[in-house]
């Protein structure tokens, strides 16, 4: 199947700081890509819809002055996660589809801890 | 927008029996199911999907089923193995468009 990467897997950091989460498709351009959050023990909520070259469109209760979106280009959309906070601290997954009609494949994921 | 009702939310079998994980859907409109199988700490790894112009989709243990009437869909898992322990997590789309999920199952199989 496609190859969805996710960097970096893991990170910590203090309360207020900024943390940028990458999501590339390695072998297939994607216009559009999903950013999903993941508590433990929990499903997979969307938080947002990425679309290269125009605004991304947020879930509801997702604060998009909070969660900053850029899809740059064709295989790069990144999650910025602004002045984070402990209850930020969560499991961030990207997802892709090669076609509007194929399956979708999701990134490793990127575990965020905020102390 | 799409709501997904997963059950159960556990499901404890001995190996070699059979499991059946049972999702409902809300949007008519939804035409793309698919299952995914997620291990902790890991990305859904997808097992096994079906579109809305089938009712049936077999591939080796795993099938799905899907009654667009009624707006629901399963998972069966023939002759389960340890293995087969995960959570699992159904799914609901229209073409393009995000999936939303179900509440997960965790399978858990006993030998």
């Known amino acids: 199947g496609a190859v969805v990467s996710q960097h970096p897997s893991r990170v910590i950091c203090k309360s207020g700081t900024s943390v940028k989460i990458e999501c590339r498709s390695l072998d297939f351009q994607a216009t559009t890509m999903f950013w999903y959050r993941q508590f433990p023990k929990q499903s997979l909520m969307l938080m947002a819809t990425?679309?290269?070259?125009?605004?991304?469109?947020?879930e509801q209760g997702v604060e998009k002055d909070k969660f900053l979106i850029n899809h740059a280009s064709l295989t790069l959309s990144t999650l910025t996660v602004t002045s984070a906070h402990p209850e930020d601290s969560s499991f961030y997954i990207c997802?892709?589809?090669?076609?509007?009609?194929?399956?979708?494949?999701f990134g490793p994921g990127t575990r965020l801890t905020v102390l | 927008g799409e709501n997904v009702e997963q059950h159960p939310s556990t499901l404890s079998v001995q190996e070699g029996d059979s499991a059946v994980i049972k999702c409902t859907y809300s949007?008519?409109?939804?035409?793309?199911f698919p299952w995914y199988k997620q291990e902790l700490g890991k990305r859904p790894q997808l097992i096994i999907d079906?579109?809305?112009?089938?009712g049936e989709k077999k591939d080796q243990r795993i099938a799905v089923t899907l009654n667009k009437t009624a707006k629901h869909f399963s998972l069966h898992i023939t002759e389960t193995q340890p293995e087969d322990s995960a959570v699992y997590f159904c799914a609901a789309s229209k073409a393009g468009t995000a999936l939303i999920f179900g509440k997960g199952t965790t399978l858990s199989v006993s030998s």
């Open positions: 949007d008519s409109a939804s035409n793309y």
């Open positions: 997802s892709a589809r090669v076609e509007t009609t194929e399956p979708m494949f």
């Open positions: 990425s679309n290269e070259g125009s605004k991304a469109t947020y």
């Open positions: 079906i579109r809305s112009n089938v």
